[in-house]
């Protein structure tokens, strides 16, 4: 009894202790208008909130007095004195601010915003390396909204699709909408590690926000702002060392606030063209930092995607000496094809510790996300929010939790699943077939018929189908089994060929097993598609393709070992057959265009390249990258790109005597290679090294050799290590070689002044090869050209010991 009424005493001592109290309101202007997304936090700590976008606040507290701050861009601060025990309303009106012009020095016709800009520049690495490492509680929450939309899009009904997701008849409402906390942890210069606490998506009971605080994260102090797939470029804070290149500013005027002055100054882009913000930016005086930004970017300069994107950061002291973001909201409206969106992301800040302890290991996962997350329900979430909903939100997720428990029922998946799965004919001829049973996880694919049709001077008019079966064995750490077959007949050589494939996934690793036969290229990179090779061959006789038969066997076992650390073994035998030409035809016959052998090296004559002959040999491979962080998911790990260049190590070795085997040799190489290096405003490079010896050649055939990624075609499939002009087959060989690749894409840098190019988004591209063999000493490419998203059009050279060889366009495919 003692017992049950100690605890009991201590029970009730707790919940006085964390008893938590709501100050809510509205915030409005002068003219009773609802102020969105103002800021609101308690005066000398880093307890804060934001008003939705119907001015509406609440803030969770202990009870206490206090001092509660309101503001928001363009409005006088407002203070409210608070003794607060119970629950509390507290509506605010804030007023409009006036900034005003006081007497200036003004120097030559300088605006003297140019002054205080100077000095916020020289303060800039100051405040950018201020705080070394903290810890944050972070509130996301993003909202997209349909604003039109066309009635019909590929013969599809919007409408309908428009009334199972909740919009309006007009085709307008919310799209997407969700919430997150996360606790989120930083120290110098870049380790991060964020874990989301709880996650909630309207509509999508099972779903995870996909609210990152990494994403939310700018800093201006930083002279340049990487918004990846937003911009091509890199973005020019206003604040940057060489800022004053780019920008115009005009003092609007200075206002007083908590006893500090802050300098409202507007800045503009000195070039419409240029990467820049737009907007307002406040200072502090004396201190020189920053106060709060109000900035936008717009299609001018060349942004993708949206119209335009707004980015609002508010902070507040944390420290005697640091500040801190308070909120960051980003705000974005944009159209494509007829239908128009916009949307927000907001951020908020609270209980930063800047004097945190971490262990060294905890930077390796980066984010963390655990199957709980999603688990809150509302009463959590109607404590912990701190934006109100609006009447709109509060009705989407009441509406699209329903539709979500009515989607996620078996006859709801069975019936989509059976419309789905309802037979087309025209998917047969032209996209494949595919059916699916999501309740038992199991997905089958049959290959289109028409783009399993081919044509080569070997087979002939030939047909190589496939189809394959896909099943989650391991719903947790989303595992799949996946078996595949396939067909191949050539009406022409009658060879009819056929395969099996598995790849099964064994703990962290995947077992890939391939066997049968078939029509194979001489080239194991398969420099040129089949559906390429066809049209040269059918429309102009240009038989590119070299081709021989393979019956083979192969067990292959990969993954990663930790962290950057992955590698791949295998076996593998095989029957290797030469195989000549079968058919001559061709739709035409243009005027000195003639079909060549299925031999590269005699065109003119079909002489066999190699004997009939067997192999069998182990290949290794292993790479690591320098890093070992990853993000941690409900199922399973994502490791990140490292910002490390790659290495590589191979071996394969031919093993003679096995299972009739003929050869013996033994191939050893390296490679190392980077993408994507950022180099601030001049875009970005890429690069490939790669270097190879044959330590013993006793007995290897042709596609024993070393073969390198060439083209001859105006079309291809472009890649860091891929060459514009190099011959498909000459130049594989059996001895050693060093090749090297550099690719830099200028993103704009040097033609971003043309309007034509600034409209298009063209990116510049050069790319430069390299490749010496005993065979092709110091062959070596230059090309140039402009790139679309993912397609390319190249103009290249190349030389073979400074001697011109070959120019010519090319169309590249990167992707």
């Known amino acids: 009894m003692k017992l049950a009424l100690s605890l009991s005493i201590i029970l009730l001592l707790s919940c006085n202790v964390y008893a938590q109290v709501t100050i809510s309101g509205k915030i409005t202007d002068e003219k009773s208008n609802p102020v969105p997304f103002a800021t609101v936090y308690v005066k000398n700590t880093t307890l804060g909130t934001s008003a939705n976008s119907e001015g509406e606040y609440s803030l969770q507290i202990k009870p206490g007095q206090y001092e509660v701050l309101f503001k928001a861009v363009g409005y006088r601060q407002e203070s409210r004195k608070l003794d607060i025990k119970t629950n509390h309303v507290a509506n605010v009106t804030l007023t409009t601010e006036n900034y005003q012009l006081k007497d200036v020095t003004i120097l030559s016709g300088e605006d003297p915003a140019y002054s205080i800009i100077r000095k916020a520049i020289k303060k800039r690495k100051t405040y950018l390396n201020e705080v070394k490492a903290y810890t944050a509680e972070v ?30 008849s007009n085709r307008q409402g919310i799209v997407y909408l969700s919430e997150s906390e996360s606790k989120y942890s930083y120290q110098y210069p870049n380790n991060v590690h964020e874990e989301m606490i709880s996650s909630k998506v309207s509509g999508r009971n099972r779903a995870f926000s996909f609210n990152r605080v990494s994403d939310m994260a700018v800093n201006f102090y930083e002279n340049l702002q990487n918004w990846e797939g937003l911009s091509n470029r890199p973005l020019v804070s206003p604040i940057a060392e060489s800022a004053m290149l780019y920008y115009n500013y005009k003092l609007l005027g200075e206002s007083t606030e908590n006893g500090e002055i802050i300098y409202k100054i507007r800045v503009t882009p000195k070039r419409d063209y240029d990467p820049c913000f737009r907007g307002t930016i406040y200072i502090l005086k004396d201190s020189w930092r920053i106060y709060g930004l109000d900035l936008y970017v717009t299609k001018k300069a060349n942004i993708n995607f949206v119209d335009t994107v707004k980015v609002n950061q508010q902070f507040f002291p944390v420290s005697n000496k640091a500040w801190m973001t308070s909120s960051v909201k980003f705000d974005f409206v944009g159209g494509l094809f007829g239908f128009k969106f916009g949307g927000y992301y907001i951020a908020i800040y609270k209980n930063y510790d800047l004097s945190p302890t971490f262990d060294k290991k905890e930077f390796a996962e980066v984010l963390r996300i655990t199957k709980q997350v999603n688990k809150k329900d509302s009463a959590y979430w109607s404590t912990e929010r701190p934006i109100p909903l609006t009447d709109e939100e509060k009705k989407d997720y009441v509406f699209k939790a329903k539709l979500a428990e009515k989607h996620e029922s078996k006859p709801y998946i069975d019936s989509v699943d059976k419309a789905y799965n309802k037979f087309k004919f025209g998917n047969l001829i032209f996209g494949g077939v595919n059916t699916r049973d999501r309740v038992k996880k199991e997905y089958y694919h049959f290959d289109p018929i028409l783009g399993s049709l081919l044509f080569n001077t070997v087979e002939g008019v030939a047909i190589d189908y496939g189809a394959s079966y896909t099943k989650m064995i391991d719903t947790v750490n989303n595992k799949y089994l996946r078996l595949g077959a396939k067909v191949r007949y050539g009406f022409a050589d009658r060879l009819f060929d056929g395969s099996v494939n598995a790849s099964i996934p064994v703990n962290t690793f995947r077992l890939n097993i391939n066997a049968g036969s078939d029509v194979v290229d001489l080239n194991n990179h398969i420099p040129i598609s089949t559906e390429v090779n066809s049209l040269y061959s059918l429309l102009g006789r240009n038989n590119y393709e070299k081709l021989y038969h393979n019956d083979f066997a192969n067990v292959a076992f990969s993954g990663r070992i930790t962290g950057g650390w992955q590698a791949s073994a295998g076996l593998g035998w095989a029957d290797r057959k030469w195989l000549p030409n079968a058919s001559s ?28 002959n067997q192999s069998f040999k182990f290949t290794f491979r292993t790479t690591y990258d320098f890093s070992d962080k990853y993000e941690t998911y409900p199922n399973g790990r994502r490791y990140l790109p490292s910002p490390y260049p790659t290495i590589g190590f191979n071996y394969t070795k031919g093993i003679k005597g096995v299972l009739g085997s003929d050869v013996d040799y033994d191939l050893v190489s390296a490679d190392i290679t980077k993408s994507n290096i950022k180099m601030g405003m001049y875009g970005s490079t890429s690069f490939y090294l790669g270097i190879g010896k044959f330590l013993n050649s006793t007995s290897l055939y042709y596609p024993d050799y070393k073969q390198f990624s060439g083209n001859e075609v105006f079309a291809y499939q472009s890649g860091i290590s891929s060459f514009l002009l190099l011959d498909y087959y000459r130049f594989s060989t059996y001895t050693q070689y060093f090749e090297g690749h550099l690719e830099h894409n200028f993103s704009g840098f040097i033609l971003n002044k043309l309007p034509l190019i600034r409209k298009l988004k063209l990116q510049e591209i050069v790319d430069v090869n390299y490749l010496t063999t005993p065979n092709l000493k110091n062959y070596a490419e230059v090309g140039v050209g402009l790139q679309y998203l993912g397609f390319r059009l190249m103009y290249g050279r190349s030389y073979n010991s400074g001697s011109n060889i070959h120019s010519a366009f090319r169309l590249g495919f990167a992707f």
């Open 139 to 168: 509130y996301i929450k993003g909202l997209q909204r349909l604003l039109a939309a066309p009635k019909r899009f590929l013969g599809r009904d919007i409408d309908q699709i428009g009334r199972n997701i909740g919009l309006d």
């Open 585 to 612: 035809y061709s739709l035409f016959h243009p005027s000195g265009h003639e079909y060549t052998s299925n031999n590269p090296f005699t065109p003119t004559l079909d002489v066999p390249l190699f004997p009939e």
